[in-house]
């Protein structure tokens, strides 16, 4: 049983849009599917050089309630940090979860 006390973040799932600014040119901006309640667990963490640059990556596990509505295009964001989803994988046998594997830090979906 998913208890309540164990999801203690806001999540916010985002989705790429694509609108047209003041020229007609596209532009792409991000909008807002769902808001959830979740429980954050940070995986892994390491330091890349990339392009001259050291990039700090991560790897996460976001649980929120069962959905099947989410997609590996779209992205969370909790307390500010945004996080690409890799994979939703849904407890298909109790329905009670959904874990969303996500990556951090290298860039902003």
């Known amino acids: 049983m998913l208890e309540a006390g164990t999801l203690n973040r806001r999540v916010r799932i ?3 849009d694509q609108t047209q600014d003041d020229l007609g040119q596209p532009v792409d901006t991000w909008v807002e599917v769902a808001t959830a309640w979740c ?3 940070m995986l892994t963490g390491k330091e890349t050089l ?3 640059a050291d990039v700090a990556s991560a790897t996460a596990s976001i649980r929120i309630r069962y959905r099947t509505d989410i997609t590996n295009v779209m992205r969370a964001v909790v307390d500010g940090v945004i996080f690409n989803i890799l994979a939703p994988l849904p407890d298909l ?3 009670e979860y959904t874990d969303l594997a996500c990556s ?3 860039n902003n979906g």
């Open 50 to 52: 990339a392009a001259d």
């Open 104 to 106: 951090a830090f290298a």
């Open 14 to 16: 985002e989705r790429r």
């Open 93 to 95: 046998a109790s329905r």
């Open 39 to 41: 429980n954050v667990r």
